[in-house]
């Protein structure tokens, strides 16, 4: 037979809350009855709802390996998120997973990489991000092999070697397209001079087909006079005359191959990390000693340049490839504006020597002020470089 329920013969609970209010005044334990729902407080182990004079006990900690739907109805409902936040939850995720499981895709080709903070997702980068990033490479490249500490160790890194066929000088990055400037001299060979090298060549010709006739008369000579002697005799006799005829004939060789070489100019780009870039010629100043050359790469470190007037004993120092030695600074002073061939031209004691050509001159902070372009032979310490604004007017692209 069925126990009956305890609560059946219980009265209605009524709305008087006394007891309840002051006991939450003096903050004692409290529960709420499971019949009624009256809020308890206890001060005791047992005690007897007012709302509806059910016993009930005094509420325990919860054990940690009972289950939670044994705890009570208000401990649960604190001990969760509420159920619209796990709803939106569900949603977001949802729509998270349909903007990666786009129709078409497959889940197994779908890959996560890892990024820094900050970074853009694959893809999402605009063309002109990509090409960026992109271009950095050969920076970081440089960086590598130079670990710049100071603003003239930039500039260092910024300056490049330039070689050719017939010899070799150096420029700089003068932005980050990869455009090279360097002197005239150093990568282009005038008309008139492959001219005057071509002229050479034909006389050097002429002068060989007459020694040839001299040695041929004189072998000739040889044998008149002794018909039986021995080959070992003959080349005795002319031994002299034939090593100096090979001689002469390969230097001619060689010269005619110089004006060919000359004829069709091209040479590499050094950078600082020591590999080489083939050049392009982009364009040759007609009235200064300046070019402009491009190597396909880019990002490349580019100089900052001034064009503000010098003070006299300002510290400036040029950079570059002087006598093959690569990348070499060296220091000096502004020593004054001259005028050369009409046009304003720095001076320094810097030295300037035969491969620093083309080289940036730039101040204490790695500003490039000049484009090294010579130096009076026999004298110490007078240098020149032609100005920065000049080179500006001349290529207004940069």
Same mark, same amino acid.
Not at 169 to 181: H, I, L, M, Q, T
Not at 294 to 310: T, V, Y
């Given at each position: 037979?069925?126990? @009956?329920?305890?609560?059946?013969? =219980? @009265?209605?609970?009524?709305?008087?809350?006394?007891?309840?209010?002051?006991?939450?005044?003096?903050?004692?334990?409290?529960?709420?009855?499971?019949?009624? $729902?009256? $809020?308890?407080? =206890?001060?005791?182990?047992?005690?007897?709802?007012?709302?509806?004079?059910?016993?009930?006990?005094?509420?325990?900690?919860?054990? @940690?390996?009972?289950?939670?739907?044994?705890?009570?109805?208000?401990?649960?409902?604190?001990?969760?998120?509420?159920?619209?936040?796990?709803?939106?939850?569900?949603?977001?995720? &949802?729509?998270?997973?349909?903007?990666?499981?786009? @129709?078409?895709?497959?889940?197994?080709?779908?890959?996560?990489?890892?990024?820094?903070?900050?970074?853009?997702?694959? #893809?999402? /980068?605009?063309?002109?991000?990509?090409?960026?990033?992109?271009?950095?490479?050969?920076?970081?490249?440089?960086?590598?092999? !130079?670990?710049?500490?100071?603003?003239?160790?930039?500039?260092?890194?910024?300056?490049?070697?330039?070689?050719?066929?017939? #010899?070799?000088?150096?420029?700089?990055?003068?932005?980050? &397209?990869?455009?090279?400037?360097?002197?005239?001299?150093?990568? %282009?060979?005038?008309?008139?001079?492959?001219?005057?090298?071509?002229?050479?060549?034909?006389?050097?010709?002429?002068?060989?087909?007459?020694?040839?006739? *001299?040695?041929?008369?004189?072998?000739? =000579?040889?044998?008149?006079?002794?018909?039986?002697?021995?080959?070992?005799?003959?080349?005795?006799?002319?031994?002299?005359?034939?090593?100096?005829? /090979?001689?002469?004939?390969?230097?001619?060789?060689?010269?005619?191959?110089?004006?060919?070489?000359?004829?069709?100019?091209?040479?590499?780009?050094?950078?600082?990390?020591?590999?080489? %870039?083939?050049?392009?010629?982009?364009?040759?100043?007609?009235?200064?000693?300046?070019? =402009?050359?491009?190597?396909?790469?880019?990002?490349?470190?580019? +100089?900052?340049? *001034?064009?503000?007037? +010098?003070?006299?004993?300002?510290?400036?120092?040029?950079?570059?490839?002087?006598?093959?030695?690569?990348?070499?600074?060296?220091?000096?002073?502004?020593?004054?504006?001259?005028?050369?061939?009409?046009?304003?031209?720095?001076?320094?004691?810097?030295?300037?020597?035969?491969?620093?050509?083309?080289?940036?001159?730039?101040?204490?902070?790695?500003?490039?002020?000049?484009?090294?372009? #010579?130096?009076?032979?026999? &004298?110490?310490?007078?240098?020149?470089? !032609?100005?920065?604004?000049?080179?500006?007017?001349?290529?207004?692209?940069?």
């Amino acid at each position: 037979m069925d126990s @009956p329920d305890p609560f059946s013969t =219980l @009265p209605a609970p009524e709305k008087a809350g006394g007891p309840s209010r002051s006991l939450d005044r003096l903050c004692l334990p409290s529960m709420r009855c499971p019949r009624c $729902d009256f $809020d308890l407080a =206890l001060d005791r182990g047992v005690e007897t709802c007012p709302g509806c004079g059910a016993r009930v006990g005094a509420p325990s900690p919860p054990s @940690p390996l009972a289950p939670t739907s044994a705890r009570p109805a208000a401990s649960r409902r604190r001990s969760g998120p509420p159920i619209f936040l796990i709803a939106i939850g569900a949603v977001i995720f &949802a729509g998270f997973l349909g903007l990666i499981l786009l @129709p078409g895709s497959d889940p197994g080709d779908l890959e996560l990489p890892s990024r820094a903070v900050g970074a853009e997702p694959p #893809g999402s /980068a605009s063309p002109s991000v990509a090409r960026t990033d992109a271009r950095s490479e050969v920076e970081r490249r440089l960086e590598q092999a !130079i670990a710049p500490r100071s603003p003239l160790e930039r500039a260092r890194m910024a300056t490049v070697g330039v070689r050719t066929e017939w #010899g070799s000088g150096s420029g700089f990055f003068a932005d980050s &397209a990869c455009r090279v400037v360097t002197n005239r001299h150093v990568v %282009h060979v005038g008309e008139e001079q492959l001219d005057r090298m071509r002229a050479e060549v034909e006389m050097a010709d002429l002068a060989f087909v007459e020694a040839r006739r *001299i040695l041929k008369e004189k072998g000739d =000579l040889f044998n008149g006079r002794c018909r039986d002697c021995s080959r070992e005799a003959f080349e005795r006799f002319l031994g002299d005359d034939i090593e100096l005829v /090979a001689r002469f004939e390969a230097a001619v060789n060689e010269r005619r191959r110089e004006v060919l070489q000359l004829s069709s100019a091209g040479g590499v780009v050094v950078l600082a990390d020591g590999s080489e %870039h083939p050049f392009r010629l982009e364009r040759l100043s007609e009235d200064h000693d300046l070019a =402009l050359l491009r190597i396909d790469a880019a990002g490349c470190p580019a +100089l900052e340049g *001034i064009e503000e007037d +010098l003070l006299h004993g300002q510290p400036l120092f040029t950079i570059g490839d002087p006598l093959g030695l690569r990348l070499k600074l060296a220091s000096g002073v502004f020593s004054g504006y001259v005028e050369l061939a009409g046009e304003r031209t720095i001076q320094t004691d810097a030295p300037i020597n035969p491969g620093n050509s083309g080289g940036p001159l730039v101040d204490a902070d790695g500003r490039v002020v000049g484009v090294n372009s #010579g130096f009076i032979e026999g &004298a110490s310490g007078i240098g020149f470089a !032609i100005p920065l604004a000049v080179v500006r007017a001349e290529f207004p692209e940069l």
